[in-house]
C-alpha cells in the first residue's frame, strides 16, 4: 500500500514562494492522476491543480500563473511550486494520488500567508 506524505509547508509572508513537495512510498508511475488539493477553516477542500500521467495539467482559476505542479517519476515524487502568495492562499494542503485501484491522500501541509 502506498503511502503519501507531503513536506515543504510553512509560513512566508505575501508574495512570497514556498515549494510543497509529496513523496510517495512507492511507485508514482501507474497513478493516472496525481493532485493538491486545499482546504481552509471553515471551508471545504478544493482542487488546487493536478497532473495526469501524461504530463498534462490543470489548475483552479485562483492559482493560474501562480502555481506550477509537477511530478518526477524517477524520485516517486510531485511537487507544487507556489509563488505570489496571497493570504487567501493559507490553507492545509493535501496530496492526492489516483491509480486504477483506489484513491490515496496524504496527511496534509499547512500553509500561512501573513498579510
Known amino acids: 500500500q502506498v503511502q503519501l506524505v507531503e513536506s515543504g509547508g510553512g509560513l512566508v509572508q505575501a508574495g512570497g514562494s514556498l515549494r510543497l513537495s509529496c513523496a510517495a512510498s512507492?511507485?508514482?508511475?501507474?497513478?493516472?492522476?496525481m493532485s493538491w488539493y486545499r482546504q481552509a477553516p471553515g471551508k471545504q477542500r478544493e482542487l488546487v491543480a493536478f497532473?495526469?500521467?501524461?504530463?498534462?495539467?490543470n489548475y483552479a482559476d485562483s492559482v493560474k500563473g501562480r502555481f506550477t505542479i509537477s511530478r518526477a517519476n524517477a524520485k516517486n515524487t510531485m511537487y507544487l511550486q507556489m509563488n505570489s502568495l496571497k493570504p487567501e492562499d493559507a490553507a492545509v494542503y493535501y496530496c492526492?494520488?489516483?491509480?486504477?485501484?483506489?484513491?490515496?491522500w496524504g496527511q496534509g501541509t499547512q500553509v500561512t500567508v501573513s498579510s
Open positions: 492526492y494520488a489516483r491509480s486504477t485501484a483506489r484513491p490515496y
Open positions: 512507492g511507485s508514482i508511475f501507474s497513478f493516472n492522476v
Open positions: 497532473i495526469a500521467s501524461d504530463g498534462s495539467t
